[in-house]
């Protein structure tokens, strides 16, 4: 059982940046590739960005890609997503989630999920 939990929301203006972590527990983090989904009000959770298990292939959505930056910290126990050059559109509930299927798209190919961290860009 892995357990997640974000950090690194908060409020910020468009152009800001902020950077996301991931505190993984209670399972062999390297063994689970990462991403990263978000949630709009009253839209449906959306894939951002993904990485393996080794940090060696990462993978964004269209809409970040260029201004996001997924890593990973195996010696850590955690994922990170840099996020710059915000936009009103980025903002959204931010989750973690762990799963085996490395560099998937799809919610349903991670077994664990954080609680997810609030990140608002206002103009």
């Known amino acids: 059982q892995v357990q997640l939990v974000e950090s690194g929301g908060g409020l910020v203006q468009a152009g800001d940046s902020l950077r996301l972590s991931c505190a993984a527990s209670?399972?062999?983090?390297?063994?689970?590739?990462m991403g990263w989904f978000r949630q709009a009000p009253g839209k449906e959770r959306e894939f951002v960005a993904a990485i393996s298990r080794y940090g060696a292939s990462r993978y964004y959505a269209d809409s970040v890609k260029g201004r996001f930056t997924i890593s990973r910290d195996n010696a850590k126990n955690m994922v990170y997503l840099q996020m710059n050059s915000l936009k009103l559109e980025d903002t959204a509930v931010y989750y973690c989630?762990?799963?085996?299927?490395?560099?998937?798209?799809?919610?349903?190919?991670?077994?664990?999920w954080g609680q997810g961290t609030q990140v608002t860009v206002s103009s």
């Open positions: 209670g399972g062999t983090f390297s063994s689970y590739a």
């Open positions: 989630a762990a799963g085996r299927v490395g560099g998937s798209r799809f919610a349903t190919s991670y077994d664990y």
